[in-house]
């Protein structure tokens, strides 16, 4: 029943901290979210808003052994788009490359049980529009989705400020009366009040956005980069740069980026760009910690690494659950912060 629950605050306002404000909301509790930053000062902003269990299976070994969390995480989206207004998009995403490297790519999808559609290029180049002439077949899964991170992020806020979420810009710096969850992406300075939040890593990643002068269309990905169409824009991503955890932005990155773009949608070649960075947070094994710390009253939303948009709506039922009792769903051990702690 609403407003009979506890008093929680999220220290966060990411897609994770979001999330979880609108789930522990709607399950009754009187939420507060507190983030100096504005819009656009955390990964989630930067995001290119892939929801991608398979192309993330296929590429990305750490997240190989996770396709069925990923997967079930995925699906809880249609739902989740509804509760908050955020627009899907299915069509899907493409790989284009050498025959080598589809090969490759094709013994992997195969190998992970999914099932990609091989296909010639005019219908590669149906999918995504001012795709180069130069690419030759692809591979499509529909299984990855997307939404435009920016977009969505307002959305999940205005969610939540409808289901009684206050906001303000006030970090939170300490342990304060009532639960609180946290959810601060990789920033450290909650490290005195949750020990577990040392086994986070910084990985940070650098984009580029273009003005698309189309609308729409499928991800498509290439050795090394990918194209994210968004609602106004096209993301060219991503770097992995482990170990840095500032956000401030490189301009050295954008080169490669740009010539990436180039090459796989020559319409793109010397328009303008702006690039932007963040930086993931990520655990020893690839998934976020999500549920009860060992410190008393706290919780943990954070460590989605490269998928916090994609695990978002899982995290935020299993933080919900640990916090109201109700069902955390059948993947929460395998979230549970404890699992990384010594001895476990
Ligand atoms: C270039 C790039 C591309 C990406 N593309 C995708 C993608 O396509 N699909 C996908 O699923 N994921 C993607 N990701 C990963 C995704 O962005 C992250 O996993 C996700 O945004 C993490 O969300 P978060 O809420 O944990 O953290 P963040 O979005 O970083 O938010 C953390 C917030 O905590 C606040 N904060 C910090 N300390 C405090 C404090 N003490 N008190 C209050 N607030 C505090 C910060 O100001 C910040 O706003 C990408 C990441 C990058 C960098």
Not at 107 to 120: G, I, Q, S, T
Not at 122 to 134: F, H, I, Y
Not at 166 to 191: C, F, N, W
Not at 330 to 341: E, G, I, K, M, Q
Request: aromatic residues 4%; contains cysteine.
């Amino acid at each position: 029943m609403r407003d009979q629950g506890p008093d929680v605050t999220i220290a966060g306002a990411g897609v994770l901290g979001l999330s979880c404000a609108l789930a522990l909301a709607e399950a009754g509790c009187r939420v507060s979210v507190r983030d100096p930053g504005g819009p656009g000062a955390n990964a989630s902003g930067v995001a290119a808003g892939m929801l991608a269990p398979a192309f993330e299976a296929i590429l990305d070994e750490q997240a190989r052994p996770h396709l069925g969390l990923l997967l079930h995480a995925r699906d809880l989206w249609p739902a989740w788009a509804q509760r908050t207004g955020i627009e899907l998009d299915r069509s899907g995403a493409l790989a284009v490359g050498d025959d080598q490297w589809l090969g490759e790519l094709f013994n992997r999808f195969v190998a992970l049980d999914l099932r990609p559609a091989e296909l010639p290029a005019a219908a590669a180049r149906g999918l995504a529009p001012g795709l180069s002439e130069s690419v030759g077949g692809a591979l499509l899964t529909r299984e990855d989705w997307r939404l435009d991170a920016r977009v969505a992020l307002t959305a999940l806020r205005a969610a939540g400020e409808a289901a009684g979420v206050t906001y303000s810009a006030e970090p939170v710096k300490a342990r304060e009366a009532g639960l609180l969850v946290i959810a601060t992406g990789a920033s450290p300075s909650l490290g005195d009040v949750a020990p577990e939040l040392s086994c986070l890593s910084p990985i940070k990643g650098h984009i580029v956005r273009f003005a698309a002068p189309w609308a729409g269309g499928a991800v498509v990905r290439a050795r090394g980069a990918y194209a994210a169409p968004g609602h106004d824009s096209l993301s060219i991503g991503a770097t992995m740069e482990p170990g840095l955890a500032d956000s401030a932005v490189d301009p050295g990155k954008a080169a490669p980026l740009r010539a990436a773009a180039g090459g796989l949608f020559p319409a793109l070649t010397g328009a303008p760009s702006e690039i932007f960075a963040g930086v993931r947070a990520a655990t020893p094994d690839g998934l976020p910690l999500a549920g009860a710390s060992t410190a008393p009253g706290v919780f943990l939303a954070v460590g989605a690494r490269r998928n916090g948009w994609l695990l978002a709506p899982l995290v935020a039922q299993v933080v919900a659950a640990a916090i109201t009792g109700g069902d955390p769903g059948r993947f929460a051990s395998r979230l549970d912060p404890a699992r990384l702690s010594e001895g476990a």
